[in-house]
């Protein structure tokens, strides 16, 4: 069978509206229930977790093998019906994770209590998935060495971080680590076992495609995606955000909080 051409695997990759739809239905009914998520809808704004989720939705087959990397407790934590399906459609989910939360996850079919590399496995995955972790990684190159060892010949890696010229990541990078879960507290409603200290060493798209190449990997699909969670807790705050989002939309500009999406394939 002839490799798909890195054009038509974007293509294929590129999530549908169709898709965001399904997704948005699945964990907000229709109609969507709670405010946040109606307003979102009317201003036709998705947020990242849902492009995170109907790619990975469209990525998990059936059998496949899949390893969920700095897991935690929860696959989707914004979206448990989700990880319920391709936990059941996959042949096998890992979770590899080095923080105790991992023991709490319910979806994921054997547990490791430890960094990725320490990881053993007899077959490698087709599936590597990282949400919000890349963040977090001290040494890039070393990092990305043990996914290329735990990723099949033709699987897929997908990153999905934070973009580290954002607004809050850059605040981040300046507030003192200690007064980081106030901050996630007051905005998200975070618990304290939750948060872990940044470092920011492969958060630029540029950054990424370097890292991963230098380990045998080559980018198949990438994306810019607009987050505007931070004033998700505020409703008149929330609102007077979608307008600027639709504004800046509309003067097709990006807009400045956002997060990044890639995909890369191992050779």
């Known amino acids: 069978m002839n490799e798909p051409s890195s054009y038509s695997e974007s293509s294929f990759l590129e999530v549908t509206r169709g898709q965001l739809d399904n997704i948005f239905r699945l964990k907000y009914g229709s109609p969507a229930t709670g405010w946040g998520p109606r307003m979102r809808w009317h201003a036709g704004h998705f947020n990242p977790d849902d492009h995170y989720e109907a790619l990975v939705e469209r990525l998990v087959e059936s059998g496949c093998r899949w390893l969920d990397v700095g897991c935690g407790r929860?696959?989707?934590?914004?979206?448990?019906?989700l990880a319920k399906v391709l936990a059941d459609r996959c042949g096998l989910l890992?979770?590899?994770d080095p923080d105790p939360t991992v023991m709490e996850n319910p979806f994921v079919h054997r547990k490791v209590k430890a960094p990725l590399e320490d990881l053993e496995s007899e077959e490698p995955f087709d599936l590597v998935t990282l949400r919000m972790v890349a963040e977090h990684v001290q040494n890039p190159a070393k990092f990305t060495q043990s996914l290329a060892r735990c990723t099949a010949r033709g699987g897929r890696v997908v990153v999905y971080t934070v973009n580290r010229f954002s607004p809050v990541p850059l605040i981040t990078s300046a507030v003192p680590f200690a007064l980081?879960?106030?901050?996630?507290r007051i905005l998200w409603e975070s618990e304290s076992k939750d948060t872990f200290p940044t470092y920011f060493r492969m958060n630029t798209?540029?950054?990424?495609?370097?890292?991963f190449e230098s380990a045998s990997f080559s980018e198949v699909f990438f994306a810019h995606l607009d987050d505007c969670r931070t004033t998700g807790g505020f409703r008149l705050l929330q609102r007077l955000e979608l307008g600027l989002w639709r504004t800046l939309r509309t003067l097709r500009m990006r807009y400045p909080e956002n997060c990044l999406l890639g995909v890369y394939r191992k050779s």
């Open 94 to 96: 890992v979770g590899v």
């Open 74 to 81: 929860n696959v989707f934590p914004s979206n448990e019906r």
């Open 205 to 211: 798209r540029r950054r990424l495609r370097k890292i």
């Open 180 to 184: 980081h879960h106030r901050a996630k």
